[in-house]
């Protein structure tokens, strides 16, 4: 597997653009990708294949905004977490499920929003004339949802009108 430095410098080539391609990224960091049906309120799932390589499984039944939330997400638990990931197994595989709320969720969500919607390129989206949390949902292809929770968080709320850069 990549060393922690290394996986940074391959995240940092992919959020030279928006849309981030996640799907690519996730091929570069090594990790194998699966679509298939799950229930619904499975997003998707990281986990362990017979080789210890690892795979994202994504519900292919989502709007692909969601998806690619998923893949960061699982992304993120690969980052932050990949001492944890197991072979699949349901009691040590880290579902994505909208049930779940512990501290390791909230920390991938967060990381998975910053890895799609990375400052930089907030703020190349507002030098390119996109000054409201639905413009960065469509050029970011996430959902209005998460669009508005990364605007708020890195400040642009309160300079949505403007004329000026974005003061970070």
């Not at 940074?8 to 653009?17: E, H």
């Not at 977490?81 to 390791?104: Q, V």
């Not at 998460?146 to 400040?155: K, M, N, T």
Request: net charge negative; aromatic share 8%; hydrophobic share 40%.
């Amino acid at each position: 597997m990549l060393s922690p430095e290394l996986t940074v410098d391959k995240i940092r080539r992919y959020q030279d653009d928006y849309p981030v391609d996640v799907a690519g990224l996730a091929g570069a960091l090594g990790i194998s990708m699966r679509y298939e049906a799950m229930p619904e309120n499975i997003s998707g799932k990281i986990e362990l294949d017979w080789l210890d390589e690892p795979v994202i499984t994504v519900n292919k039944t989502h709007p692909r905004s969601r998806q690619r939330f998923t893949i960061a997400h699982e992304i993120a638990h690969f980052v932050l977490h990949r001492d944890l990931i197991g072979d699949g197994i349901i009691d040590n595989a880290l579902y994505r499920d909208d049930r779940i709320g512990d501290a390791r969720e909230r920390q991938a969500n967060r990381y998975a929003a910053s890895l799609l919607m990375p400052m930089s390129l907030v703020k190349k989206a507002w030098r390119d004339g996109i000054r409201s949390a639905p413009g960065l949902a469509s050029a970011f292809g996430v959902s209005p949802a998460v669009a508005d929770i990364r605007w708020r968080e890195l400040g642009c709320v309160l300079w949505q009108d403007a004329e000026e850069e974005l003061p970070f």
